[in-house]
Each structure stands twice: as C-alpha cells, then as structure tokens.
C-alpha cells in the first residue's frame, strides 16, 4: 500500500530545490564576475608594465613625461592626459622645451593647496556642464570624468597628473584607486631618480668655481661633427675667450655670471683652462656672431678690475651651412684668430674668416 503524498513536505523540498538552484546561479555569476575582473586586473597591469618599460628608458625628466604622455593616451585610451607641476620644486630645476602647454601646465606656489588636492592621493571627479574642475581649459569642456593623481608627498606634492575621458563612468568617485596610486609611485620615483641622476651628472661635467662645463664634458666630444651635436646644415660660432691677468683665476665666477645672461638655452660654455673660455652658439644669423662676440666684450669690460679690456681677447669662426667641420676643428679656428691678436694690446677681436680685426 502507497504512502499518500505528503504536500508540506513536497512544497519544502521544491523550495530548498529552487534555493538551491539560485545559491548555483549566484555563485556561478559570481565566479563569472571574478574571472572577468581578473582578466581585467591583467590586462590592466599588463599595460602597466609595458608602461614602465617606457618610462624605464628615459633619460632625462622630460623624456619620462613625454614616455608618460605617449605611454597612457596609447595604452589606457584616454581622452586627455596633462601634467600640473609646481614651479617652486625642484622638478623646474630641469627645462622642459620639448612638451606643449597642452601637455605641461607650470603652477605658482600654493595653487595646488588652494585648488584642495593636496592631501587624497587620487581624487576622481564626474564632470559636467555646472561641474567643472577650476585648471580645465574651454578644449576640456567634453570631458565627462576625471582622476587627478598627485606626484610626491601627499602633504607637499610637486604635480598633479591629470586623466580625462568624454565616458562619464571612466572615472567615477565610487571606484578603487589601488591601481592609480601605484601609477603615481612610479611615476614620482621615476622623475626623483631622473632629476637626482642629472643633478649629478651636471656635477661631474661643472667647473666647480665658475659654473660653466668643464674639460670632462668636452673632450668625448671634441672629435664629433658638429652635426650630430647640432643637426645637419646648422650653421655654428665658435668663440674661444682668454683673459690675460694675474686675477684671472678669481674672475672666473664673475666673468661666467656676467656672460651667462646674453646665452640662449642651446648655446654652450666651456672652461677650457683657468682663464680660457670657449663657447658654441649654434643657429646664429649672418653677422649675429660679431654681435655676440661684441657684447660678451662689453661684459668683460664690466668686470671688477681696472683695464681688463686690455686683456681680453676674442677668436671667433663660424661655420657655414655646407660644411661639417669637427668640434675641435671650429675651436682651432677661433683659437688660430684669437692668437693672432693675443700679443695686440686692446685688439679684443678678431674673425677667423675676416681681414678686419676689432
């Protein structure tokens, strides 16, 4: 004889069954869910590494904003990449000519504790038409999202990096920043470690007292084209200096404090000896050569002691487009047409390529 159905039972087994069903299903989107934001995570930090790689062969600071740059608008997809640095730190110790204004935006002391950054390593924003972050340009007005990362202590940061995307949920204040402030380390150590490795490279190739290069920065050089110093068809002056005076040792401070003014950031100066100078102005214009050398004579003249103008001497040569001449071959020449006058109380200067001599 059958046992009647019990309905309690059945109608607690079918819901332990759905129960159960359901418990499966979760924990099977949940799984889904892991493997997703696991293969997310590496695909995410795989881009990260390639990244570093970039960043790991830069040589200066600005090749490792410019790998930045290049590095998170190629990998990460990103709508605007910029970098705010402080120009009170010691990240403007460096110059900084290759990168657009789009791309580097200097700040004044304090802009960066004014603007409220400083202190949350990460901030991400959701922007809008009445929201708006106060360092965005009008170009920027289609930005929909933003992470503002900052470089340095978190108390006295140096810069901000700044990450723009027109997706709205790009960044949103909700998500987890572990990634960007692991991006920020890096980035900050990479900079640190560029601008220290340079401060000590200009160490070793600085004259100690007047502040110009010295001998070890020349000489593995002396033997180049001017090409590959200067680039092709660049027409470049050479000047070589000499002061002729018991003082001249003590002067050499002054002198490169007086010369150093009328130098653009391309041209070069070298202490070749105690009193001997020689300087390399590349991109001058006809007759801008015989303007230079004039007023680095004029500075002389200014210096502290009676009479030096009689003993000073300038040689000057320059090359033409056509010609490659070595390094040390246009010095030779400017050396040549400094000799020449160097027995000639007040002759000051004289052209290599001239007959007249000043």
Not at 13 to 18: I, P, S
Not at 81 to 86: E, H, M
Request: charged letters at 25%.
């Amino acid at each position: 004889m059958t046992r009647p159905e019990d309905p309690i039972t059945n109608s607690f087994e079918a819901r332990r069954l759905h129960e159960l069903s359901n418990s499966e299903r979760r924990l099977r989107e949940n799984l889904e869910a892991i493997s997703r934001h696991l293969a997310e995570n590496e695909q995410l930090f795989s881009r990260l590494f390639a990244l570093e790689m970039h960043l790991l062969r830069a040589t200066d600071p600005e090749d490792v904003c410019i790998a930045l740059l290049r590095g998170l608008r190629g990998e990460f997809e990103l709508d605007m990449v910029r970098l705010w640095f402080d120009r009170d730190t010691f990240i403007s110790q460096h110059p900084f000519h290759r990168l657009a204004e789009a791309d580097l935006v200097w700040l004044e002391k304090g802009e960066i504790t004014d603007s409220g950054l400083a202190g949350q390593p990460v901030r991400l924003l959701q922007l809008g038409r009445k929201e708006r972050f106060i360092w965005l340009t009008k170009k920027d007005d289609q930005l929909r999202s933003m992470a503002l990362i900052l470089l340095g202590p978190v108390a006295q940061p140096f810069g901000v990096l700044g990450l723009g995307s027109l997706d709205s949920e790009r960044f949103t204040p909700q998500q987890d920043t572990a990634f960007l402030q692991h991006l920020a380390q890096i980035i900050t150590l990479m900079l640190e470690n560029t601008v220290s490795r340079e401060r000590l490279s200009r160490m070793m190739v600085k004259d100690r007292a007047s502040g110009a290069h010295n001998q070890r920065f020349f000489q593995p050089y002396s033997h180049q084209r001017l090409s590959q110093w200067f680039g092709r068809h660049m027409p470049v002056a050479c000047i070589s200096l000499h002061l002729s005076l018991p003082e001249a040792e003590s002067l050499a401070a002054t002198l490169v404090e007086h010369i150093t003014p009328l130098l653009r950031h391309q041209d070069i100066l070298v202490r070749q000896q105690q009193a001997q100078f020689m300087l390399f102005l590349p991109g001058l214009r006809p007759m801008q050569d015989v303007d230079m050398a004039e007023a680095i004579m004029d500075a002389c003249v200014t210096l502290p002691t009676a009479n030096i103008a009689q003993h000073v001497t300038l040689g000057v040569a320059l090359s033409s487009h056509d010609e490659d001449p070595s390094i040390a071959e246009l010095l030779q020449r400017a050396e040549q047409a400094r000799q020449g006058i160097a027995d000639t109380p007040g002759a000051g200067i004289a052209y290599a390529k001239a007959t007249t001599t000043l």
